[in-house]
């Protein structure tokens, strides 16, 4: 099992930056990478970034390329995710996730519980 839990969001004006993070516990190992989601009101849930826990690999939605840094920390078994010139269209509940590659596809199995980014206009 492993347990997440996201920290660090809440009301920002557009324009403005906001960094969320995501302590993972327990199994840990069990994971190969971390991932970022979001999910808007009345939108499914869709791929912010994804960060290996070793290396350098990161990877970016069209929408966040250049605006959205992920991060990680493993002595801390943590994830972070800076979000700068931020736009009302970023507003959503962002969940980090634990994935594992099988094949060429990844899967995740473990989810935080999310924390809430809302961008004013």
């Known amino acids: 099992q492993v347990q997440l839990a996201e920290s660090g969001g809440g009301l920002v004006q557009a324009g403005g930056s906001l960094r969320l993070s995501c302590a993972a516990s327990g199994r840990t190992v069990s994971s190969a990478a971390m991932g970022w989601f979001r999910q808007a009101p009345g939108k499914e849930r869709e791929f912010v970034a994804r960060i290996r826990w070793s290396g350098a690999t990161t990877i970016y939605a069209d929408s966040v390329k250049g605006r959205f840094t992920i991060s990680r920390d493993n002595a801390k078994n943590t994830v972070y995710l800076q979000m700068n010139s931020l736009k009302p269209e970023d507003t959503a509940v962002y969940y980090c996730?634990?994935?594992?590659?099988?094949?060429?596809?990844?899967?995740?199995?473990?989810w935080g519980q999310g924390t809430q980014v809302t961008v004013s206009s």
């Open positions: 996730a634990a994935g594992m590659l099988y094949g060429s596809s990844w899967s995740y199995d473990y």
